[in-house]
């Protein structure tokens, strides 16, 4: 019997019906046989190697997909090798070191794509067997690249640039019949590995699908038959409303452990703010215990329309709403100076978007009129104010404040203090139905380890239109 499995066994490892981790290990190291043999053909000026990709991390898949969004202004900040290591993992990463398969699916397992990383100090490929970046060209080639893009700006800014590539060579020998069917869906694989990699990374992405094959393919220096498919931006967004929070688990510690104040921002739109409605109110929520930051366009010392001062701690593209439990915008002649503020409707509607207490008082109130953020509800507005919270579908009422749910209206300086005290009731009141943890996104794997229940709201990134492709 022993004799007659022993047979069946090797009969099926030779025919190949059966695949065991020995014979796998020898298709690894083939693998990464041809690869050397195949780098040594192509020009290296330097190797990086990069380290082990993380394959934990703080959230869920629902909440990258659901805070994706494709970003197209980035801060000037480089990403460290460990960060783009991480996403050229999510995008081609060797998955299965016994296999040698990725993170991405590929048509009869060819992998026939490779990604290119474009940064200020040149250009590099991907390896994934060897796990490393392989440099062949030490120009900042960002310009070019954006020229190449029908001058798209934002790809000359993008610290990172991963360009995927494609050899429908390689495609050729087992699908002669879908080639570039094959070739672009694994690009989409691949790039949206990236995109969600990027926002549990706290960065931001976009991709481009706008460009010139030919001229991309020259700056890459990419092999003769490989064919740029796609360009995906990556970067730390402008404005810091657009990213996953993190709550690290000594500030989670530190939460769980102290009853938090709560904290809320006031926004101020610039000099000739309303000096009253900025003051009668702010003095409410200090009486209250609330920790009050001032945002504004610049750190600056503003000067209000009695010539009151005031001095903003908080840059408007460092606001983080889900770090606040109410956001408090304050009227004033500059009010329209914020009306096509991109920082500032991103802030709004990530607020929205995480169910945060929105209060507007004077003029500021026409800052408020999306439709998603004041449609049916019941505001309170001086006249020459209503017309764009009209079109957004707000209602109206006399009473000089009003709360309606999570938005909360004051018709003017008169009332500031009645504004005040509505947004303490309304703070105070979610506080009463939820935890220390209130108002923070706080990542579910976290949550459980610390036992505190999970803040459900999440935050949706958003930006300002701009022209789209
Ligand atoms: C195939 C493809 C090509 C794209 N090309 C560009 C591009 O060249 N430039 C750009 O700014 N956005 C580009 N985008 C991004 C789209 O404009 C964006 O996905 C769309 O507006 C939806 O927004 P969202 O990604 O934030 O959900 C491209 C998207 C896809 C799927």
Redesign the pocket.
């Known amino acids: 019997m022993k004799k007659l499995i022993t047979l069946t066994l090797l009969f099926a490892i030779f025919s190949g019906g059966i695949s065991i981790a020995a014979t796998k290990d020898i298709d690894l190291l083939k693998l990464k046989a041809e690869a050397t043999q195949k780098a040594k053909q192509r020009p290296v000026i330097e190797t990086i190697a990069l380290t082990k990709a993380s394959t934990s991390g703080q959230f869920s898949l629902e909440a990258a997909i659901g805070n ?3 970003v ?1 202004s980035f801060t000037n900040e480089k990403l460290s090798y460990e960060t783009i290591g991480q996403l050229l993992w999510a995008g081609q990463g060797i998955t299965d070191s016994v296999s040698g398969k990725r993170a991405a699916p590929s048509g009869g397992g060819i992998y026939p794509m490779e990604l290119y990383v474009v940064m200020s100090d040149g250009v590099y490929r991907y390896d994934p067997v060897k796990n490393s970046l392989l440099k062949n060209n030490r120009n900042d080639v960002r310009t070019p690249l954006s020229n190449a ?1 029908y001058k ?1 700006q ?1 790809i000359k800014d993008a610290p990172v640039l991963i360009v995927i590539a494609g050899s429908p060579k390689k495609i050729m020998e087992k699908y002669p019949n879908n080639i570039k069917e094959f070739m672009y869906l694994e690009a989409g694989h691949i790039a949206q590995n990236i995109h969600l990699q990027a926002v549990v990374t706290g960065l931001a992405s ?6 010139e094959s030919k001229k991309v393919k020259q700056i890459c220096k990419m092999t003769q038959s490989q064919e740029p498919v ?1 360009i995906i931006a990556v970067g730390k967004p402008q404005n810091e409303a657009l990213t996953l929070n993190r709550v690290d688990e000594k500030e989670l510690a530190s939460i769980a452990a102290v009853e938090r104040k709560k904290r809320v921002v006031m926004i101020l739109p610039g000099d000739r703010f309303d000096d009253r409605e900025f003051f009668d109110t702010k003095d409410v929520l200090t009486t209250a215990g609330f920790e009050v930051d001032i945002a504004a366009e610049e750190l600056d010392i503003y000067r209000g329309n009695r010539r009151g001062m005031a001095e903003s701690n908080l840059l408007l593209s460092k606001v983080r709403p889900n770090l606040y439990d109410a956001i408090i915008l304050v009227g004033g002649d500059s009010t329209r100076k914020l009306e096509k503020n991109s920082y500032l409707s991103g802030i709004l509607i990530n607020a929205n978007n995480n169910e945060k207490i929105i209060a507007a008082i004077g003029r500021s109130a026409k800052l408020i009129a999306y439709r998603s953020i004041v449609e049916d509800k019941i505001v309170t507005v001086d006249n020459g104010t209503r017309t764009k919270l009209r079109r957004a579908g707000a209602k109206f009422t006399a009473s000089k404040a009003d709360r309606d749910g999570r938005i909360i209206t004051a018709q003017n300086f008169e009332s500031a203090s009645q504004f005040g005290k509505l947004i303490v009731e309304a703070v105070n009141s979610i506080k009463s139905s939820d935890t220390s943890t209130s108002g923070r996104y706080v990542p579910t794997n976290v949550l459980r380890r610390k036992g505190i229940e999970q803040d459900k709201k999440r935050g949706k990134l958003i ?1 300002q239109p ?4």
């Open positions: 994706r969004r494709s197209r893009s798209q934002f976009c991709p481009v699908g706008a460009f796609y930006e701009q022209d789209e492709y």
